[in-house]
């Protein structure tokens, strides 16, 4: 899973530093570097409120960080089939290109 990843991208794919976002989430701009860089793990409390900030519902945040390796090996074809398909209605509906 590449969550921070995700969080950096649609971040800066909206246009806001670190420190605009951080201030809206309620966490410190090193804090937010921090889990960009998958160096730490927010609490959900913490997921809630970026997912919030990045208007996008936590559960989409969680598939946009999802990685082949995520996935159990007998379901990973299915997941390779579905991916595009989902992560395009996904940019449609909330543009967030990934």
């Not at 990843?5 to 246009?15: A, E, L, P, S």
């Not at 989902?86 to 990934?98: A, D, G, P, T, W």
């Amino acid at each position: 899973m590449n969550l921070g990843t995700v969080i950096k991208d649609i971040r800066k794919q909206r246009g806001q530093t670190q420190t605009e976002f951080a201030e809206c989430c309620g966490i410190t701009q090193t804090y937010l570097s921090q889990i960009e860089n998958n160096a730490k793990e927010p609490n959900l409390a913490t997921l809630k409120e970026i997912s919030k900030n990045l208007d996008l519902p936590l559960p989409i945040l969680f598939f946009l960080s999802l990685n082949e390796d995520d996935i159990s090996p007998e379901k990973r074809r299915a997941f390779e089939i579905i991916n595009p398909s989902v992560k395009s209605l996904i940019n449609e509906f909330f543009r967030v290109e990934r």
